[in-house]
């Protein structure tokens, strides 16, 4: 039933330069502040969260730029990526995260700019629940 998740050979190198990236805005070493965040998405960014919910970039960016005030201590960890060419420098990066205990799956498409890698979309989908 499950698909099976290859990243074709040829991308190895662009797999390899997503994860360093993932899980989005997680990575202090890629940036904290607003400006950061704003650099590594595109002016029409917008994602679906675990919730179902749609988010602006506006209203991630003003969240990221609140959390890194006082910068949190996160448990996570990330498996299973997969990173498909969707159109030349397009791709999809898919993978799992377990942040604090619950378990989602990942998808942001990725674009290879002049200035540095863009994020066009993401989306969390939950697939187990943080136990209490």
Same mark, same amino acid.
């Given at each position: 039933?499950?698909?099976?998740? !290859?990243?074709? &050979?040829?991308? =190895?190198?662009?797999?390899?330069?997503? !994860?360093?990236?993932?899980?989005?805005?997680?990575?202090?070493?890629?940036?904290?502040?607003?400006?950061?965040? #704003? *650099?590594?998405?595109?002016?029409? +960014?917008? #994602?679906?969260?675990? %919730?179902?919910?749609?988010?602006?970039?506006?209203?991630?960016?003003?969240?990221?730029?609140?959390?890194? &005030? &006082?910068?949190?201590?996160?448990?996570?960890?990330? %498996?299973? +990526?997969?990173?498909?060419?969707? *159109?030349?420098?397009?791709?999809?990066?898919?993978?799992?995260?377990?942040?604090? @205990?619950? $378990?989602?799956?990942? *998808?942001?498409?990725? =674009? $290879?700019? %002049?200035? @540095?890698? &863009?994020?066009?979309?993401? =989306?969390?989908?939950? !697939? =187990?629940?943080?136990?209490?």
């Amino acid at each position: 039933m499950e698909p099976d998740l !290859v990243t074709d &050979k040829r991308l =190895q190198g662009v797999l390899d330069e997503l !994860v360093r990236r993932e899980p989005l805005f997680h990575r202090p070493e890629f940036g904290t502040t607003r400006a950061d965040f #704003e *650099a590594m998405t595109a002016p029409d +960014f917008w #994602e679906t969260g675990a %919730s179902g919910r749609r988010y602006s970039r506006a209203h991630v960016l003003e969240v990221f730029e609140e959390r890194y &005030k &006082k910068p949190p201590v996160e448990d996570w960890e990330t %498996s299973d +990526f997969h990173c498909p060419e969707l *159109a030349a420098d397009l791709y999809l990066l898919t993978y799992i995260l377990v942040l604090d @205990g619950r $378990r989602t799956r990942r *998808a942001t498409i990725w =674009q $290879r700019a %002049s200035d @540095g890698w &863009k994020i066009l979309y993401h =989306q969390g989908t939950v !697939v =187990q629940e943080a136990e209490e």
